[in-house]
């Protein structure tokens, strides 16, 4: 039986509108005129005989209709751009687009990916760090590691790891005039910070330590960073599971006291459902939850 499809070349553009609430922003997004999207629609509606927007003056809203209807083309429209993806990507194609905050790119993710290139030499991998949450299908990126409740609408979601948060410091700091001995002893020495939210104040008062400036010591934008000062004995730093592994098992790193707080997010690795089809994205997956496996908390 023959479909019954509306005119194909107007659904970007109600897309567009629909989801923007306006044609100037549609029109903007898709480098043509409000003319254009104006006309796109207008035809759309009138080859399915119902109004898909309440216009006014200055503004659009989409009808009862109009939004049940734009969910689906949304929809339609993201598996038809995997789906278009993954025809047209050439069998040679072996670029790997990887995305994931600064902190385990630099301190979990890039130390062990010597391993996935020796297993999988004829895939290139790119590494795309960002704080923004990554949008797979404007971006260009084919799988992510993201640090959160595991719950993307429209995305496969995949368990990597939970974590821990607990003091680390460089060696060093066990020894000299003010060993670190027990929590008091943080007194004399800096705190180091990066933003996380589970902070030093948190941390202080679930292990009971008064007498201690929880604002004090250094900042930094990137946890990559905090580590690595904490590495070279600059301070004490609130150690992540994942990204203080590697310093912990090759001695950089100590922990001077084992109180440690459970986070609340975890990281998952996240991809786009059809993705997994293709060989490079399956083959990275596969690789991460091997290697994550024996840090799984």
Sequence with gaps: MARKLPPLNALPS???????????????ELNVTHGAISRAIKNLEDQLGVLLFERATRSVRLTAIGEPYARAI????????????SATARHSNTTLNVSTSDGFAGRW???????????HSDIDVRVSTTGKLTNFRGDGIDIAIRY????YAGLTSEFLAGEEVFPVCSPKLLEGDHPL????DLR???????????DWATWLASAGVAGVDPKSGLTFDSASFAVESAVQGEGVVLGRTMLVAADLAAGRLVRPFEHALKSVSSFYVVYPT????????????????????????
Aim: hydrophobic share 40%.
């Design 14 to 28: 109600f897309e567009a509108a629909a989801r923007h609430l306006s044609f100037t922003r549609a029109a903007e």
């Design 74 to 85: 949304r929809d339609m429209l993201d598996q038809l751009a995997v789906a278009t993806a």
């Design 109 to 119: 993710l890039v130390p062990r990916l010597y391993r996935f290139h020796r297993a």
């Design 148 to 151: 959160g409740s595991g719950n």
């Design 181 to 184: 001995r027990k929590p008091e």
């Design 188 to 198: 004399y020495h800096p705190l180091i910070h990066d933003g996380y939210p589970i």
């Design 274 to 297: 059809d993705a997994i089809r293709q060989r490079k994205v399956k083959a990275f997956r596969d690789w991460l939850l091997s290697e994550i496996e024996p840090l799984r908390t």
